[in-house]
């Protein structure tokens, strides 16, 4: 027996704290019962588990995806809204998958899939502190200071971010590294020091880069990647 939520990342559904709202929200049963306790067990051999009705299986293979992540995409497998998902760039990938964390709709870049869900709560758990690069252009010309202030930390929604490094590629134009996972946290540091963000693109997820990967494009990550982000969020701590 498992805690449920060990499961169904096990499982490849989500990582273990995005399967725990899924429970908590109700979207979880075992043998026709919903489920929200989160210290539930269960047994995946012999229980009928289902997330939104559709009963989880362990995947046949773990499977870990590169996407270069167009704008006007949602980072998620369905949107309410129905808005165009990154799972619809992925014609002929038949393993369900979801992303690793966030790129908001209307930036661009890389974008890791899998159905690992112990790698995807690796990656996004900021214990780990795994970096993620941005290059952005912005409104104005942020100066010296304003790019200090970007490097010690902002205050962003009553909370200061932690350190970040931050590199002028020219007139209004940054390549900003944060190693935190917090919601369009790029966007609202730079609005913060009065030069908002007019594009956006993560180039970088730890040790993955791919500057060859057009737009729209996507490719399985090599064992070798593989092994260099597993790696990352062990020595990332």
Do not use: F
Request: glycine share 8%; aromatic share 2%; net charge positive.
């Amino acid at each position: 027996m498992e805690r449920l939520q060990k499961i169904l990342s096990q499982a490849g559904v989500a990582s273990r704290r995005a399967s725990e709202k899924l429970m908590v929200d109700g979207r979880v049963s075992v043998n026709g019962v919903t489920v929200t306790e989160l210290g539930t067990k269960a047994d995946a051999a012999v229980d009928d588990i289902r997330v939104d009705g559709r009963r989880i299986h362990a995947p046949e293979r773990h499977r870990y995806l590169l996407l270069n992540k167009p704008r006007g995409y949602v980072t998620t497998r369905s949107d309410p809204q129905k808005r165009p998902t990154v799972i619809d760039l992925l014609a002929g990938v038949r393993e369900y998958i979801y992303p690793v964390g966030r790129l908001d709709y209307d930036s661009e870049g890389l974008l890791i899939l899998t159905n690992d869900g112990e790698l995807a709560a690796r990656l996004t758990h900021p214990r780990h502190g795994v970096a993620r690069v941005y290059e952005a252009r912005v409104l104005g010309q942020p100066d010296a200071h304003d790019i200090s202030r970007l490097s010690k930390g902002v205050t962003v929604e009553g909370r200061r971010t932690q350190p970040s490094e931050v590199v002028s590629l020219g007139p209004s134009q940054l390549r900003i590294t944060v190693r935190e996972g917090r919601n369009r946290q790029v966007r609202k540091m730079c609005e913060a020091i009065g030069h908002p963000v007019t594009e956006l693109r993560r180039v970088a997820i730890g040790p993955i880069r791919d500057p060859k990967l057009k737009t729209g494009q996507w490719r399985d990550l090599s064992p070798q990647e593989i092994e260099r982000l597993r790696k990352a969020t062990t020595t990332s701590s």
